[in-house]
């Protein structure tokens, strides 16, 4: 069982940027691969990006490269959302989710395959 807590949301200005953290609990972090998902008003959680367990192989939405950077410290069991220029468009609920992956480079990018989920860190962004 893995327990997954979300910080770092909050309201910003458009252009500003923000950096989510998600903590896990339990011995075995580095084992899951990790995705952060979000979902806006009236709309359905969708992927924004993931990396695996190791932390080599990180992957993103298309409307995500080059704005955001996820990454991990398996020492403090944490996962960490960097976005940048962010939009009002952005404004949504992040949550993060873990899934224990088959190898140490697996990553995930559909919702269903995760096992795990945080109970998501508001993002609001002004114009």
């Known amino acids: 069982q893995v327990q997954l807590v979300e910080s770092g949301g909050g309201l910003v200005q458009a252009g500003d940027s923000l950096r989510l953290s998600c903590a896990a609990s339990g011995r075995t972090f580095s084992t899951y691969a990790m995705g952060w998902f979000r979902e806006a008003p009236g709309k359905e959680r969708e992927f924004v990006a993931a990396i695996s367990g190791s932390g080599a192989i990180t992957t993103y939405a298309d409307s995500e490269k080059g704005r955001c950077t996820i990454s991990r410290d398996n020492a403090k069991n944490t996962v960490y959302l960097r976005m940048n220029s962010l939009k009002p468009e952005d404004t949504a609920v992040y949550y993060c989710?873990?899934?224990?992956?088959?190898?140490?480079?697996?990553?995930?990018?559909?919702?269903?395959?995760?096992?795990?989920w945080g109970q998501g860190t508001q993002v609001t962004v002004s114009s």
């Open positions: 989710a873990a899934k224990q992956a088959i190898s140490d480079y697996s990553y995930y990018t559909a919702k269903r395959q995760y096992d795990y």
